[in-house]
């Protein structure tokens, strides 16, 4: 039994509850992006069914393939949108080399960038090296700085007799 709501010139369809999912408990804490279609009690509910695709479907209000992915899903959490693989032009070794020039030669970014510019890789764009030394913990120059009083004091060859 459909009940429609004329809102604007456009009608809206509400289907009521569904008695399948009425014994489907989730939690209250909800965080679904603005495109979901389906909320954790019904994702549960749809792994739950032993319901066609499409009975489900019409039953829920949602497309069947949407009751497909749910059922083929282990959790009812929406997955994270962040990219797996990072769009990088630089491949592993010449990373690795700008990480130890960094860390060795404790070149600031902007002569770092001039340096893998120059002889690593002319593609790499100022935020890329930035990201790609903060991805290896180098990425902030006052923390690879060594503590203490600096080499010349400390080296008993520069003390003078009084």
Known sequence: ??????????????????PVC???????????HKNATTTPRARACIQQSGKSKAELGRELGIDPSTVRRWRGR??????????HRLQTTMDEVPEWL???????????????L????????PKVSRSGLDRCL???????????M??????????????TAV
């Open 74 to 83: 282990d959790s009812v959490e929406d997955r994270s949108h962040a990219a």
């Open 1 to 18: 039994m459909r009940k429609a709501i004329a809102v604007r010139s456009r009608s809206i369809h509400l289907t009521p509850p569904s």
């Open 146 to 159: 060594p503590e203490g009083p600096p080499k010349s004091e400390m080296d008993p060859g520069c003390w």
């Open 22 to 32: 009425s014994s489907v408990g989730v939690g209250w804490n909800i965080r679904l």
């Open 134 to 144: 903060r991805r290896h913990g180098v990425g902030k120059l006052a923390e690879l």
């Open 114 to 121: 001039r340096v893998t510019r120059e002889y690593i890789n």
């Open 98 to 112: 700008v990480v130890e020039l960094r860390r060795s030669l404790l070149l600031p970014l902007d002569d770092l």
